[in-house]
């Protein structure tokens, strides 16, 4: 591998983890903004779930445009351009429809994830893009930054977060536009965004991929932004102390996430998908019916944060195995605007089971639910995903095998 290869990496996983901690500012402080304007359980699930939904769709158009224009002009676009909702919370924050004005804004930072798969896609080859994948994944750690860093910083000065992630920002901006680079034979698409991402969408595996990251990855955000307000209102912690188990669980996942895509180079991801989701599935069924915190809720978060970590990991190491190398940016953004999205509905669902039935079991529940059909479909359709448009064995050995529009 090339220098350039890993300070590609390096830098995009930099880049992930600082837009992904902008991206998550409002949800450690969701209690904080609930008691201070006065508002109910579903307003605050609202608020958190917004930067969710937008992140997650805005990922479509930016990962088309990855594929066109490059990550080296996209990431620094973005993380500059992010930098305005992130201040725009100063005086957004004492208002409800303005904040959630600025958080319908701060979801741009939540987009980067589509710059940074095409980006590592193509400067590792088939066979380490498992692992390569999984370190970029590990970006999804500004989550855990957010959880710790964010009330501890607020707890001296209520704007001072804001512009921390400000200049963090700023000045990755300039790193970026001076260090990235990308891959030089980079297939640059000339036909227009529209007919990309619609052609994107007639693979059959944009879809599959989008619905099991939808359950791996969305499980991770639906936690990052609503595990806070579940550990502070169903077993009464502090701000700060839900915020630290909170980061706990996300820097577990950025853990797992890496070591998911490493066991993917050396067994089919499908089968470390299944695997993974298949321990959620039990675990959340444990949760379900509401152990104590210690040690029996704690053991199952972490274990429940390493198998959604792994899995993330997984899928994308699929990702790579069934995808056209030059529809990744459009397929990347397909499959994480989905993975968002199944961030984006769970908190909801939680603050409105809660507030109408005064527990939280029935949506763990679902999670399970979910998480086993996950489970089966990757086990008993996708690890045949890679060999349609070779007409070989879907194997390890051949990682690389791009699927065909079906």
Request: charged fraction near 10%.
């Amino acid at each position: 591998m090339t220098v350039s290869a890993y300070r590609n990496l390096i830098l995009a996983t930099l880049g992930f983890t600082i837009t992904f901690w902008a991206w998550n500012l409002i949800s450690p402080l969701g209690n904080a903004f609930k008691a201070g304007l006065g508002l109910t359980s579903f307003e605050e699930a609202v608020l958190v779930a917004v930067p969710v939904l937008v992140g997650s769709l805005g990922r479509v158009p930016v990962g088309a445009l990855t594929d066109r224009y490059g990550a080296r002009l996209m990431f620094p676009l973005v993380s500059a351009l992010t930098i305005v909702p992130v201040l725009l919370l100063i005086p957004a924050r004492h208002s409800y429809p303005t904040l959630l004005a600025a958080g319908f804004l701060l979801g741009l930072g939540g987009t980067t994830f589509a710059i940074g798969i095409p980006l590592v896609n193509g400067w590792f080859p088939p066979g380490k893009r498992g692992l390569a994948l999984g370190i970029f994944g590990m970006g999804m750690g500004g989550v855990a930054l957010s959880g710790y860093l964010t009330p501890r910083i607020h707890k001296y000065d209520e704007n001072l977060p804001y512009l921390v992630v400000a200049v963090a920002l700023a000045v990755f901006a300039m790193l970026a536009a001076l260090m990235i680079t990308d891959a030089p034979d980079r297939p640059v698409p000339q036909t227009s965004l529209a007919t990309r991402l619609a052609a994107a969408g007639r693979l059959r595996g944009t879809w599959e991929l989008a619905a099991l990251y939808a359950i791996g990855f969305g499980g991770i955000v639906a936690f990052g932004v609503y595990l806070p307000t579940y550990l502070q209102t169903w077993y009464g912690l502090g701000v700060t102390d839900a915020g630290t188990k909170a980061a706990g669980f996300a820097l577990v996942t950025v853990v797992f996430r890496p070591i998911g895509g490493w066991c993917s180079d050396r067994v089919h991801p499908a089968v470390v998908t299944a695997w993974a989701l298949g321990v959620v599935a039990l675990l959340a069924v444990v949760q379900a019916l509401d152990p104590m915190l210690y040690p029996v809720g704690t053991i199952d978060f972490l274990v429940m944060a390493a198998g959604l970590g792994a899995a993330s990991g997984s899928i994308f190491a699929l990702v790579s195995r069934v995808t056209p190398q030059g529809q990744v940016g459009s397929v990347t953004g397909i499959v994480g605007a989905c993975g968002g999205l199944g961030g984006f509905v769970p908190p909801l669902v939680m603050g409105a089971v809660y507030s109408g039935k005064g527990s939280y079991s029935i949506g763990f529940m679902l999670l399970s639910d979910l998480a086993l059909a996950g489970c089966v479909y990757a086990f008993g359709r996708m690890r045949t995903a890679g060999a349609e448009a070779t007409g070989t064995p879907a194997s390890p050995a051949s990682p690389g095998s791009p699927a065909s529009p079906e």
